[in-house]
């Protein structure tokens, strides 16, 4: 008996390669302390970066710079609670590139400096 797929299950494995595809090509941005962009995944995926962003919206429902924002800081998150790495540090390990977009990132993410948000986790009283 032929096996018969789910509606959307190719859709949801579509899904999971991008997910995958989007972490290694960050894991190697963070290793590398280089830019995370768009346009160069889409090159390394030989790929137009129009479709591919078209691509990851219909899938994900965000941009392609959103997820790539989204997963930067979330790393970033990371490195600020579990290492004593300096905040200009933290911009570069999580792939941003300049520590002024990070911090604007940051902030817009969480409403708090990356020094704040590092300082409340430590209960630092000069908050």
């Known amino acids: 008996m032929p096996s018969q797929r789910r509606p959307g299950s190719s859709l949801r494995e579509e899904r999971r390669r991008y997910e995958r595809i989007i972490d290694v090509y960050l894991r ?3 290793d590398a302390r280089t830019v995370a ?8 995926l030989d790929a137009n970066r129009q479709h591919i962003s078209r691509r990851i919206r219909l899938l994900f429902g965000r ?9 930067q800081l979330a790393e970033a998150v990371r490195l600020l609670t579990t290492t004593p790495l300096e905040v200009k540090d ?23 400096s990356p020094t704040r948000f590092r300082a409340a986790l430590r209960g630092d009283p000069k908050l």
């Not at 346009?39 to 390394?44: G, I, R």
């Not at 941009?63 to 997963?71: H, N, Q, V, Y």
């Not at 792939?95 to 409403?111: E, I, L, M, V």
């Open 90 to 112: 933290v911009a570069a390990a999580a792939a941003f590139g300049h520590s002024r977009t990070f911090y604007r990132n940051f902030r817009k993410a969480f409403r708090l």
């Open 28 to 30: 190697d941005c963070f």
């Open 37 to 44: 962009r768009a346009s160069e995944l889409a090159e390394k």
């Open 63 to 71: 941009p392609l710079a959103a997820i790539l924002r989204e997963k």
